[in-house]
């Protein structure tokens, strides 16, 4: 779904991010260009009408008339609109590797490939994201008192298996595993990416701006000072083995605003792809891996 025309604060991370030549924002500007000149074409269009509307004329009928014709045009430029914003992006010089054929493409779970020219963390499988988290994941797991496959599942889900971890403008891995946000405390580097976000269940597209870490230790370090020091989240640590009542609480804490979270995290804890990775650590470990939720709640 389309950002909502009324919601304004997504212009402000949008300015924030062109001042830094952010590619994806860079599309997303082009992006609401497109919609302006729609939104021009369907004001001239109803300048033509001929006959009287058919719930007659007035100040309020020409208000939401507007109000419509603003979303609409919204619509009709999202994803692969007209051409007009690729165009654009072309025209300023943001057809490069890094900038996708469409806007569609800059949802988190889909950002651009990593470049082969920087030393991001590359995952050929779920079963090597496991196995190379997996220290940092019993650090943390023993800090918070959670079901080290309860963190795992929420990286998965975060990242796709590490396959979409968010770069940064120069293609760098952003190391953010955990989708943490750039709050305005947060004082180092940062990427902004579109993504979904949902109101009171309704989801609407905005530009939201991410932490960025020097490496996949940072990344744990701050999820757990975010966990164990922010009141917010007071409720999320010490679940052990109830890795449904680890998802429950962070969802209920506001992590997310996707009404659906808790529920994907369980179904990824519980799927197929994390019992076989989490099978094949046990077999390459040295020593033998327990997945027993008993054990991990003694932890």
């Known amino acids: ?6 919601d304004f604060t997504q212009f402000s991370t949008l300015r924030a991010g062109a001042e830094e030549n952010d590619p994806a924002v860079l599309r997303e500007v082009a992006g609401q260009f497109e919609a302006l000149f729609m939104q021009t074409i ?3 269009m109803r300048a033509s009408e001929l006959a009287d509307p058919l719930f007659g004329d007035s100040d309020q009928h020409e208000m939401y008339q507007g109000m419509m014709d603003q979303q ?3 619509e009709m430029s999202s994803g692969r609109g007209i051409g007009l914003a690729d165009m654009l992006v072309r025209q300023l010089g943001g057809e490069s590797g890094n900038v996708p054929a469409t806007r569609e493409s800059f949802s988190v779970s889909a950002p651009p490939r990593v470049s082969e020219n920087h030393n991001a963390p590359m995952w050929a499988s779920p079963d090597a994201f496991v196995r190379d988290l997996w220290p940092h994941v019993e650090r943390v797991s023993r800090e918070l008192h959670i079901a080290p496959e309860a963190l795992l599942a929420q990286a998965a889900l975060e990242t796709g298996w590490g396959e979409h971890v968010m770069e940064r403008s120069d293609g760098a ?3 953010n595993l955990f989708g ?3 709050g305005r405390d947060w004082t180092g580097s ?3 990416r579109p993504t979904l976000e949902y109101t009171d269940g309704i989801a609407r597209r905005s530009v939201e701006r991410f932490k960025a870490y020097p490496d996949i230790a940072a990344t744990f370090d701050d999820y757990v000072d975010l966990i164990a020091q922010n009141p917010r989240y007071e409720s999320v640590s010490g679940h052990g083995a109830d890795t449904s009542g680890f998802a429950t609480a962070l969802q209920e804490a506001g992590y997310a ?4 979270y808790a529920r994907k995290i369980d179904g990824v804890v519980q799927g197929e792809t994390m019992q076989a990775a989490l099978s094949g650590l046990k077999i390459d470990a040295g020593t033998p891996i327990s997945t027993d939720r008993r054990s991990a709640a003694s932890q």
């Open 173 to 175: 891995s952003s190391y």
């Open 180 to 182: 943490i946000k750039a």
């Open 1 to 6: 779904m389309t950002t909502a025309i009324t």
């Open 42 to 44: 369907l004001k001239n």
């Open 257 to 260: 605003t996707d009404p659906f």
């Open 72 to 74: 609409l045009a919204l």
């Open 190 to 192: 940062s990427v902004a």
